[in-house]
């Protein structure tokens, strides 16, 4: 929660009265958060891009947005978003606490030099324009992060080049494993089951009318069948993944759901060629299985099992290829409608509005035009002959279900899309707060005077060769009341640097975000390329510009 005082100094929940007399205060902006904050993790920006391939429909599962971290559930109020642009532009002129972009220009180191603090200076970060959560994600708020390979390098030689690559998440799941081929994870969703059971009543009546001596064991034929059908979705699936993997695109999972699969590809290629080539694999994978069982029917007789089973998978890859080649997001015709617009106009933007609007176009058709096909007798016979009402109704429950999934499926693409219009807006170094350097037995009280005095507003804890040890977190700063300062050793509220907490100063969009989440924490140590100390990043910074991002119009 930000709770001010009479100041606007951020005090915490159990600060003292403002009658006391006022000392050296937290270097955060106004409003400062909330000791009791939970920790905060970098935003989620992959939202892997699925490749749904329905049955006839996509997947059920569609791509969860990528969202801003969120502070605590304790918390009162949200912070309000900044961007990197415009972090700097909310702090008053007159308070020295705060850095301005002209006290700490971009292209500048942000630490404060001698001239703006003695040798034994604290140094303190100098945000965006924001207060760091004490927090992080999935870990306890006074934990360090998850460690990266620490070796305890000198502050000559403490950098990163680009940034190292993320560590990977655990397995992401889903259901049953069953596999891992060319080392994906292929998982069947207990909503497969559901789905196989439907199939296998449905085909097994309709083997009841084609062959009628089977008896009971025509639910045998039909479950072969269902499993068989999904094996060809899975093999579509398959298409999808070798070729990202041709294109050296991370592939999380391949997931078999109820509705039919979805490869989950963690990034976008990176021409329109090769994204039409991505989409296009999957149905035509399903258009040769099509003409596999077409020609495996030829020396088979017709009236028996073999020949129905041939027939069924035939007519069911034929579905899948052609339903998937409507051009509209998030089938694959839509994401290939996107590739050729993308070629056309060379904003990836433009294809993605017009393939997710052409998508929602298509759902509203689906809705409205599925039952009435099936009514008029166009898929082989009219409401007289397949069952009057209930079936009427049954073909109108599965279009509003197939319309609801490519309706939101398209929506979740533009959300997407906007979102890594404006990941490369989330620049490590205009976000980096600028900091000052203090030793581990520095009273609290003395290195936010130091840091006040320098414009700064992060502290960076030091060895007496000035190596950097830890991050002073700022909600512990805030949690100490200002009469308890002087007699707080700033060692004892940070937070020991690992491997994984020093950021490289040139990281921006999907690779910063991909290395602050695989070692969350609330801040960050940011170097140069040369291993000169630059600033601290803080989660909580990062956030904001996410969020005032994905609110920006495209």
Do not use: C
Not at 92 to 113: H, K, V
Not at 167 to 188: A, S
Not at 203 to 220: H, N, T
Not at 347 to 355: L, Q, R
Request: net charge negative; hydrophobic share 45%.
């Amino acid at each position: 929660m930000d709770v001010s005082g009479g100041s606007g100094q951020p005090r915490s929940e159990n600060a003292e009265p403002t009658e006391h007399p006022a000392g050296p205060t937290a270097p955060t902006t106004d409003g400062g958060p909330d000791p009791a904050d939970a920790p905060t993790a970098p935003p989620e920006t992959e939202a892997p891009a699925r490749t749904g391939k329905p049955s006839p429909a996509p997947s059920a599962e569609e791509p969860t947005e990528p969202t801003a971290p969120t502070a605590g559930p304790e918390t009162d109020e949200a912070p309000e978003p900044a961007t990197p642009e415009d972090t700097h532009a909310d702090a008053p002129a007159s308070d020295p606490r705060m850095a301005s972009p002209a006290d700490a220009p971009a292209s500048d180191p942000r630490m404060a030099s001698p001239a703006d603090a003695p040798a034994s200076d604290a140094r303190t970060a100098s945000p965006a324009d924001a207060p760091v959560s004490d927090a992080r994600a999935d870990s306890p708020p006074d934990a360090p992060g998850t460690p990266g390979e620490s070796d305890g390098r000198a502050l000559a030689d403490s950098g990163m080049s680009k940034g190292r690559p993320p560590q990977r998440p655990k397995e992401p799941g889903g259901g049953l494993l069953m596999g891992r081929p060319f080392g994906v994870p292929v998982y069947v969703a207990p909503s497969w089951f559901l789905v196989a059971a439907l199939i296998t009543w449905v085909f097994g009546g309709q083997l009841d009318r084609v062959l009628p001596e089977l008896g009971a064991a025509r639910y045998l034929v039909s479950l072969f069948f269902a499993v068989a059908f999904y094996a060809s979705v899975l093999v579509h699936e398959l298409a999808h993944t070798v070729a990202a993997i041709r294109f050296k695109l991370p592939v999380r999972r391949i997931q078999l759901q109820f509705f039919g699969g979805v490869s989950e590809i963690e990034k976008e290629a990176e021409t329109p060629g090769r994204e039409f080539v991505l989409a296009f694999v999957g149905p035509l994978l399903s258009l040769v299985l099509s003409g596999v069982f077409y020609l495996a029917m030829q020396p088979v007789e017709p009236g028996t099992v073999p020949g129905v089973l041939l027939a069924g998978l035939m007519v069911s890859n034929l579905i899948v290829a052609a339903f998937n080649l409507l051009p509209g997001l998030p089938l694959d015709g839509g994401r290939m409608l996107r590739a050729v617009v993308w070629k056309i106009t060379g904003k990836p933007m433009s294809g993605t509005v017009a393939a997710a609007w052409v998508g929602r176009a298509l759902a509203v058709s689906v809705l409205i035009g599925l039952p009435l096909l099936n009514y008029s007798g166009a898929f082989g016979g009219g409401a007289e002959e397949t069952g009057g009402g209930m079936d009427t109704v049954t073909d109108a429950l599965l279009a509003a279900i197939l319309a609801a999934i490519i309706w939101t499926g398209a929506g979740n693409s533009l959300r997407m899309a906007r979102l890594r219009e404006h990941l490369p807006e989330l620049r490590a170094r205009t976000l980096t707060r600028r900091a000052v350097p203090v030793e581990t037995d520095t009273p609290l009280s003395e290195a936010l005077r130091r840091a006040n005095a320098a414009g700064a507003r992060a502290l960076v804890v030091v060895d007496a060769d000035g190596n950097p040890l830890s991050l002073v977190r700022e909600a512990a700063i805030v949690g100490v009341p200002e009469h308890r300062r002087p007699w707080v050793a700033v060692s004892g509220l940070a937070q020991d640097l690992t491997d994984g907490m020093r950021v490289s100063a040139e990281l921006a969009g999907e690779d910063l975000l991909d290395v602050l989440r695989a070692t969350p924490a609330t801040e960050y140590l940011v170097v140069e390329e040369t291993g000169e100390i630059y600033g601290v990043l803080s989660a909580a910074d990062v956030e904001r510009a996410f969020v005032r991002a994905m609110a920006r119009p495209s």
